[in-house]
């Protein structure tokens, strides 16, 4: 089994950054596809940027030119690098992993992690 844990939300000034790691532990090696999803009280959960096992990205209309998404495999870590950063980004961030164990898929969340971001 996976295990997912977020960390590196906090309260940052619109224009600053934040990046947010996402550790992985357990059955690392069948991880397909690693998310960063976002959802605040008023809206459903929306999809920030992946990255694959083959290094493979996708970034949100609202995302892209300002997030990074990048993976360490030596520390089975999936980081969001946030630049430019502006209030409609204020959310709670959650770590998602999709793949196999074994012949099993697994779809595997974080609890979150807080961002926000002042005006």
């Known amino acids: 089994q996976v295990q997912l844990v977020e960390s590196g939300g906090g309260l940052v000034q619109a224009g600053g950054s934040l990046r947010l790691s996402c550790a992985a532990s357990g059955a690392t090696i069948g991880i397909k596809t690693t998310g960063w999803y976002r959802q605040d009280p008023q809206n459903e959960r929306e999809l920030v940027a992946t990255?694959?096992?083959?290094?493979?990205?996708y970034y949100a209309d609202s995302v892209r030119g300002r997030f990074a998404i990048a993976r360490d495999n030596a520390k089975n870590t999936v980081y969001l690098q946030m630049n430019s950063l502006k209030a409609e980004d204020t959310s709670v961030y959650f770590c998602?992993?999709?793949?196999?164990?074994?012949?099993?898929?697994?779809?595997?969340w974080g609890q979150g992690t807080q961002v926000t971001v002042s005006s």
């Open positions: 998602n992993a999709v793949g196999l164990d074994g012949i099993t898929v697994f779809d595997i």
């Open positions: 990255i694959t096992s083959e290094e493979n990205t």
